[in-house]
Every structure is written in structure tokens, then in C-alpha cells.
């Protein structure tokens, strides 16, 4: 048998596999349900999905395309578990507000409005709550938002671990084209818009389980919504976006590449990480494809508008550092190839484990 026929069998074998109907086979909920990954596609297409299908949610995307009216509107909806509920470089507050944003920013919607749900555990400091809100409503002045309405509930001590918060985010969408996978073709150029990996692996450090510290190493928290607007209207040729959250830039490729039925080939050396980044995910055994990120995006774009994007991205702040790190193949479809550093190439599949709990 030769090397291609072998390839070929993998290729067959995963096919196969990702043919068959999604089935939760657990018979309890695991922390992998909520990492974003295989256990996390499987519950909601086996269960969530099938409970409630209709085709505004059968996209799976980060918000839901809404007409009413002459208005295109995009809701979200969002729940932020995170722990420790400060970190560096932010804290639940902060990081509920801009995930919101975020969701409705890639989406191609201009935010405009929030809710906020708080769970709160019996005997949280009250001086935690103030920061928690006081951030919450400096992020929403930041990104143009207002929070008009929201919900409290208290638990009993030891129930909630602190604070939980829900939110739901509302925008308009007033670009004329949309952005969907059925956009997605062979030789698109595929962008990120900064270093990837940034808040997971600081949300595990400043856990303080793993003895590991980092100066300089803070989360990538933050609103999307101008530099993603500033494409969009420079850049006609953007395909979709994804905010590279659970499961990171490595997951969101396997949702374009699955859902667009094309293959997506990544160049590893041309993926940016801070070296602070890349040395704590060595030392804790994971690749920072699969952390997430807060503060970054995934765009596929027409590969003949490539470099305007670039140059845009490059033009703010938060996206300094946007690089191309791919293209759009055809085959093998529904695959994400690696080209790694060493000159070989590897199948970049979603995980099925949760290496970094807790993380949003």
C-alpha cells in the first residue's frame, strides 16, 4: 500500500465519521460539553439543535440574522462563567460586555443594545459586584452600547462560585452584502487579526495552580466592533467572520471548513503568537490554535483583496498584528491542514477534550 493510499484511508475513515448522526453518548454533562470542541458540536447539534431547529438557528452562527421590517437586525446571546473573576487585563464584567460586542460585530451588525443577567452566589463581597458592574458599564461606554434592561438571582453559598452573568445583545446590520459560509471558496486568503492565544493562557495562570508566571501577559479582552467595521467597509470581499473564542482559531476553522464543505490549509510560521504565549502553552502541553481568544478575529477573505485587508486591519490598534495564515482549498473538503515548521503537513482537527475549563 502506498503512502497516498494510506492518506486516502484516513481521509475515507474521518469522512465516515463525521457522516454519522451526532449522538451524546455520555450519560452526565462533562466540562468537554463546554470546551467548544467535538463534545460541544455533538450536544448541540444532537440536542439543542434538534430540540429547537429552524433555519435562523440551523447557521450556528455568532449571532442570528433578524428581518423586521426594512431592518436587518443580529441577536446574540451570550453566558460568561469565567474564573478567576479578575485577571489581568480584565475581569467577568469586562469580558461579558466585548464577547457580546463581538458576537454581533463579526456578525456585521452595529451594536446597539445589552442585557445583563447576574447569578450571585450567597456571601460574594459586595465590594466584587461594584467592580464587576462598574467595568460592565465602562466597556458598554466604550463600545457605544447601553444596557436597558437585565435580571439578578442568588444562590446558596458554595452553588454558583461567585457570580455567573448572561447577557443578549441586539444590533443593526446596514452593510448591503451578507456574510455566510456559502460564501467561502477555493483560494480565499484566510486572516487573522492579531496573536492568538493570548486570554486562555492567562486566564490559567492567573489561576496560580501552575506556578508558571509571565510578566506582561494580559488578556486580549476587547471590542471588535470598529476595526471589524473598518473592513468591512474597505473590503467588499470578506466571506465570514468568527471570533476565535472556546476552542480558539484552530476550531473556528474546522466550523468553515465543515460547514462550507472546503478545505482550509493553515502555514503554522505564519500564525501569530507572542513569545510569551508560546512559551507557557510548551510548558502546560498545549498548541495555542486551540486557545482562545477575546479580542481576535478569523476572516476569510477574497484572496485579490488580501492585502487591503491587511493593511486596514493594520491601520488600528487591535489588529496591529493581522496576518494572513491561510488559504481556501477544495480538497480535501471539510478538512483543516497544518503545514508545519518542519516542512510536513498535519490534520488540524477539533479536539474533543477541555485542556483550558472555565476560560469565558
Not at 33 to 56: I, S
Not at 194 to 204: A, E, L, N, Q, Y
Not at 276 to 305: K, M, Q, S
Amino acid at each position: 500500500m502506498t503512502p497516498s493510499d494510506r492518506e486516502q484511508q484516513v481521509l475515507d475513515r474521518i469522512e465516515r465519521a463525521r457522516r454519522r448522526r451526532a449522538e451524546v453518548k455520555e450519560e452526565r454533562i462533562t466540562l468537554a460539553h463546554g470546551a467548544g470542541g467535538k463534545a460541544t458540536r455533538t450536544l448541540v447539534d444532537a440536542l439543542f439543535l434538534e430540540a429547537f431547529r429552524n433555519p435562523r438557528l440551523e447557521p450556528l452562527g455568532d449571532a442570528a440574522e433578524l428581518e423586521i421590517g426594512c431592518s436587518r437586525l443580529a441577536l446574540t446571546t451570550d453566558s460568561f462563567v469565567v474564573t478567576p473573576l479578575f485577571f489581568p487585563g480584565g475581569d467577568i464584567g469586562h469580558l461579558a460586555v466585548n464577547g457580546t460586542v463581538n458576537d454581533l460585530a463579526v456578525s456585521g451588525a452595529r451594536p446597539l443594545y445589552l442585557t445583563a443577567g447576574f447569578i450571585l452566589e450567597e456571601g460574594l463581597p459586595v465590594a466584587d459586584l461594584v467592580r464587576i458592574t462598574e467595568s460592565m458599564r465602562a466597556a458598554a461606554d466604550a463600545a457605544g452600547i447601553t444596557i436597558v434592561t437585565g435580571d439578578t438571582k442568588v444562590v446558596q453559598r458554595g452553588k454558583g462560585d461567585g457570580c455567573y452573568v448572561n447577557t443578549a445583545g441586539i444590533g443593526v446590520v446596514e452593510h448591503a452584502w451578507r456574510l455566510g459560509m456559502d460564501g467561502v471558496r477555493p483560494g480565499d486568503a484566510v486572516i487573522v487579526s492579531g496573536p492568538i492565544g493570548d486570554h486562555g493562557v492567562t486566564i490559567m495562570l492567573a489561576r496560580g495552580d501552575l506556578g508558571i508566571e509571565a510578566e506582561n501577559l494580559v488578556s486580549d479582552t476587547a471590542p471588535l466592533h470598529d476595526v471589524v467595521d473598518a473592513l468591512l467597509l474597505a473590503t467588499p470581499g470578506v466571506r465570514i467572520m468568527r471570533d476565535a473564542t472556546r476552542g480558539g482559531v484552530a476550531t473556528v476553522l474546522n466550523e468553515i471548513a465543515r460547514a462550507a464543505n472546503v478545505a482550509v490549509v493553515v502555514d503554522e510560521d505564519a500564525v501569530p503568537v507572542r513569545q510569551e504565549v508560546r512559551g507557557a502553552a510548551e510548558l502546560l502541553g498545549i498548541d495555542p490554535l486551540y486557545v482562545a481568544c477575546e479580542g481576535r478575529f478569523v476572516a476569510v477573505v477574497d484572496a485579490a483583496e488580501a492585502d487591503r485587508a491587511i493593511d486596514v486591519l493594520r491601520d488600528h490598534p487591535l489588529g496591529a498584528h493581522a496576518a494572513v495564515i491561510g488559504r481556501v482549498a477544495a480538497d480535501p473538503a471539510g478538512l483543516v491542514l497544518l503545514k508545519t515548521g518542519f516542512g510536513g503537513t498535519r490534520i488540524c482537527d477539533v479536539l474533543v477534550g477541555d485542556p483550558l475549563p472555565r476560560i469565558c
